[in-house]
């Protein structure tokens, strides 16, 4: 112990083995190196193998998360649609100066030959048989049934179905029926010599008193004049959707009388 203290007094005083403990430094470096290896090892195991776990986990939630974003992007797209879709609604230029509601199908009839819509909107919304019933671009067709929840409407294409149109352009008056195929119409009485052309739209012309004057229904497709015949064969294609409008407006007019 006299020794070491003796050494170490030295060493402070007069630094004589500087060199002898470089010289030792060097000789016990391995040593330190070999000893500290499976502290290092451990530490590089549990630091890598952790990490790749973490990287696992956080790839699987990464996963589901992008799942899960991908499903509302979709979602998003179609409520997007549909934003757009109730815009053109409410902004549309065929509607009305009526108080209106915003109705949605819930159904459409089994039978193919009917051409039927189901309604969500019932008596408890004050909706009215023969109550008009349009889209954004015309006149879909009316309400013929309903109860307290909901309500059945015919479409102006059913082959039971007809309402009083005019020519926009020169107000000349006709029938238009439903020829039982979604995408067309027949105007009925209209002489060979009436002046109407391909083109022409036909809105509601408020005979009846049904329809209010002025709803868009469809446009001339299709004219053919029999030299033989006094009335010309017609065909026109409603402007409104009738096969993909899911939001739909019920229409109020003045007439308290239609509500009977």
């Known amino acids: ?16 083995f500087q060199r002898s403990r470089a010289v030792l430094d060097i000789v016990v ?6 000893a500290d290896l499976p502290t290092r090892l451990a530490e590089w195991t549990q630091t890598h193998v952790q990490s790749r776990a973490r990287l696992l986990e956080e790839n699987a939630r990464l996963r589901r998360e992008n799942l899960v974003l991908q499903g509302r992007s979709l979602q998003m797209a179609s409520l997007q649609a549909e934003n757009v879709r109730l815009r053109e609604l409410l902004n549309s230029s065929a509607l009305p100066r009526h108080d209106v509601l ?11 030959a009917r051409h039927q819509l189901v309604l969500n909107k019932g008596t408890q919304d004050e909706v009215f048989i023969g109550q008009p019933l349009i889209d954004a671009r015309g006149l879909l067709g009316q309400v013929v ?12 294409t059913d082959a039971t179905h007809s309402v009083p149109v005019q020519v926009n352009r020169n107000g000349v008056r006709a029938i238009a029926e439903g020829s039982g195929t979604l ?24 005979l009846g008193n049904r329809f209010p004057v002025g709803y868009p229904v469809a446009v001339v497709s299709e004219i053919e004049r029999d030299p033989g015949e006094a009335f010309v064969r017609i065909r026109a294609v409603p402007t409104a959707a009738l096969d993909r409008s899911r939001h739909v407006l019920l229409v109020f007019t003045a007439q308290p009388a239609q509500k009977q």
């Open 29 to 34: 470096s391995p040593i330190y190196w070999v």
């Open 145 to 156: 049934e309903v109860s307290g929840g909901s309500s059945r409407a015919l479409l102006i």
């Open 1 to 16: 112990m006299l020794l070491v203290v003796g050494l170490i007094t030295a060493d402070l005083q007069w630094n004589n």
């Open 102 to 112: 915003v109705a949605e199908l819930i159904g459409v009839s089994p039978d193919p």
């Open 183 to 206: 995408g067309s119409l027949d105007v009925h009485h209209v002489s060979a010599t009436t002046d109407i052309v391909k083109g022409d739209l036909l809105v509601t012309s408020g």
